[in-house]
Every structure is written in structure tokens, then in C-alpha cells.
């Protein structure tokens, strides 16, 4: 049966000589697998728009293994984020993510509207790593991972100053802190920050002027959680870490 959706491409491979399989995130049917056939040949239709980061409105017929992809009509070209190496690492690491966190076939709105969110809002133009911050804190749950930001772990202690347990999951008290060798100590800010950002929806966070420096510290802590909790390695990340040593020290 030919199905219609609004739709957001997250991988796409080759596949023989001419196709080329993609793996489609919509909120209708969550995340699926299609063959994009002739999508090699740069004359087929198919070829412009079979690409990850596509957004758009997709024909496809969805069977039981993969599905077939038809055509498709581009919402938004995403261009401000394709012409930019630091946007596009930070876009990479939303849209793997999602791939790796999503199972096959399990629909969420929520997550579709999420992930459609942050990237119309690094288009344009609010700070790509903060949104991938942002993406990434609000993706913990679908890795089993759910940190208590709001008081100590331990002892349900809630004053400041907080470290951060990632095997203990979540915060600790300053004299909790003191038994745990591996407690990472963040400054307030953080504490504050990790918990809006698990809390607030992301129409309601408006415009953020992060230092480097505090979205860093955040991209820290989250990145351990999802290696250490949840095994999670993600090549965009290696990517951007890599372009963090082409940068210049007085950019931003
Ligand atoms: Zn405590």
C-alpha cells in the first residue's frame, strides 16, 4: 500500500551498482528501512533527494522487510547547515542518534517533532552544539539512561555545590560527592542547565547564549552516560572533536 509522510532521511548506503537504501524517520511509522532504486544514477529523481538530512514529504510503500521509496518533495534544503562543517558534525550527531537510539517500526511524535525541531532551529541559526546538547540530554531515556538532575542520588540532599555520578546516574550532594573517587564536580550553572534542558520542551527555550565552555562541560557529562551506560560510541562525535582542532582559540 502507497503511504505519504513528512519524513527526515538518517542514513543512507549504497546498495549494487544504481540503488541506494535509506533509512527514513517519520512520526507516523517511525523509523524505516527503503530502497531508493536508481538512486545512484544521477539522471533518476530519486538521486537528489535519497541523501541524509533530506526533509521532506516521501511517496514509499512500506512491506514487512524493506520497503520501496518513489519520490519526494523537500520541505527545507537545509542549506545554511550543509554549507557549514560545525553545523553539519552537530546535525550528523542528531540524526545518528536517532538512528541508533530508534528501533525499527516504533513510532514516536514526539521524538519526530524533536528531532525536526532542532534541526529547522540550527537552520536558523541558533548555536549548533547547544541544540545537539539539548537533542542529546532528551535522548538519554531512549537509552535507558534517566539521570536525577534535581537532587542527590544518595541522600535526596538539595543544595549545592553538585558533582556528577555517570555510573550512579545523576547528581551528588557535596559530602556524598566525597566518597565517590569518580564523581565528575560541575558548577551550578550546569546542574541548572542539565535539568532545564531534560525538562523544558524545546519550543519553550527560545533564544540561549551559552559559552563554549558550559555547552562543552555539558557535551562532556552526556557523552560519558551514553558510552558508559549505554555503550554508546558516536562517530559524529569523533567527527566534531576532530574539527575542534582545526579551530582557531579566539572563535567562539
Ligand atoms: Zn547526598
New binding site residues.
Given amino acids: 500500500m502507497m503511504r505519504k509522510a513528512e519524513g527526515i532521511i538518517l542514513r543512507a548506503t549504497d546498495y549494487g551498482e544504481s540503488n541506494k537504501i535509506i533509512t527514513l524517520y517519520t512520526a507516523e511509522y517511525g523509523k524505516i528501512g527503503l530502497m531508493a532504486r536508481g538512486a545512484k544514477k544521477p539522471r533518476n529523481p530519486l538521486a537528489s533527494v535519497s541523501h541524509v538530512l533530506f526533509y521532506g514529504l516521501c511517496l514509499f510503500n512500506k512491506g514487512r522487510g524493506l520497503g520501496t521509496f518513489y519520490q519526494a518533495e523537500s520541505l527545507n534544503a537545509f542549506t545554511s547547515i550543509r554549507t557549514d562543517i560545525d553545523k553539519m558534525g552537530y546535525a550528523a550527531l542528531i540524526v545518528e542518534l536517532t538512528e541508533r537510539l530508534c528501533a525499527d517500526g516504533q513510532p514516536s511524535s514526539q521524538i519526530y517533532q524533536l528531532l525536526r525541531g532542532c534541526l529547522l532551529d540550527m537552520e536558523r541559526g541558533i548555536d549548533p552544539a547547544f541544540l545537539a546538547a539539548l537533542f542529546s540530554v532528551k535522548m538519554l531515556p531512549m537509552a535507558g539512561i534517566d539521570p536525577r538532575l534535581d537532587r ?1 542520588i ?4 538539595r543544595s549545592a555545590p553538585f558533582s556528577f555520578s555517570v555510573s550512579g546516574g545523576g547528581l ?2 557535596a ?2 560527592a566525597a566518597k565517590d573517587p569518580h564523581a565528575l564536580p560541575i558548577s551550578q550553572t550546569i546542574a541548572r542547565l542539565l535539568l532545564l534542558f531534560k525538562q523544558i520542551p524545546l519550543d519553550r527555550i527560545g533564544n540561549v547564549d551559552l559559552k563554549k565552555e558550559t555547552i562543552h562541560a555539558i557535551e562532556q557529562i552526556i557523552n560519558a552516560c551514553y558510552e558508559q551506560n549505554a555503550g554508546i560510541k558516536l562517530r559524529a562525535r569523533r567527527f566534531i572533536e576532530q574539527m575542534d582542532h582545526f579551530r582557531t582559540p579566539d572563535k567562539k
Fill in positions: 542527590c544518595h541522600c535526596g540532599g551528588l550532594c559530602s556524598c
